[in-house]
């Protein structure tokens, strides 16, 4: 049984930066993506950023790029998001995520085009930031 539990969220000010962990576990299925979404109150959960786990290319919305950063420690089964510059418009619940496998055309659509009922989903985090 896959397991992604997330942490690292909280309340933070606006400027200030927060680093956020997953540690998947249970995943047999080789190579794929991972990945952070976001879904604030009101709205329909969204990408953040996405890893594709065999070679670690990355991939960003717009609305977090130059801010938000990516990272995977495979030896940990571990993926982060260092976020800095947090604005109040980045306030949601912060959920981590894999893909079933290798997904075509890769991580970079994967970002878009997740699904809900292929996908595997952490519990998910807050981000709270204050103006």
């Known amino acids: 049984q896959v397991q992604l539990v997330e942490s690292g969220g909280g309340p933070v000010q606006a400027g200030g930066l927060l680093r956020l962990s997953c540690v998947a576990s249970?995943?047999?299925?080789?190579?794929?993506?991972m990945g952070w979404f976001r879904q604030a109150p009101g709205k329909e959960r969204e990408g953040v950023a996405t890893?594709?786990?065999?070679?670690?290319?990355?991939y960003y919305a717009d609305s977090v790029k130059g801010r938000f950063t990516i990272t995977q420690d495979n030896s940990k089964n571990t993926v982060y998001l260092q976020m800095s510059s947090l604005k109040p418009e980045d306030t949601a619940i912060y959920y981590c995520?894999?893909?079933?496998?290798?997904?075509?055309?890769?991580?970079?659509?994967?970002?878009?085009?997740?699904?809900?009922?292929?996908?595997?989903w952490g519990q998910g985090t807050q981000v709270t930031v204050s103006s």
């Open positions: 995520a894999r893909s079933p496998g290798r997904i075509w055309p890769g991580c970079g659509w994967w970002l878009t085009n997740a699904r809900e009922d292929d996908t595997y």
């Open positions: 249970g995943y047999t299925g080789g190579s794929g993506c």
């Open positions: 890893i594709y786990t065999g070679g670690g290319h990355t």
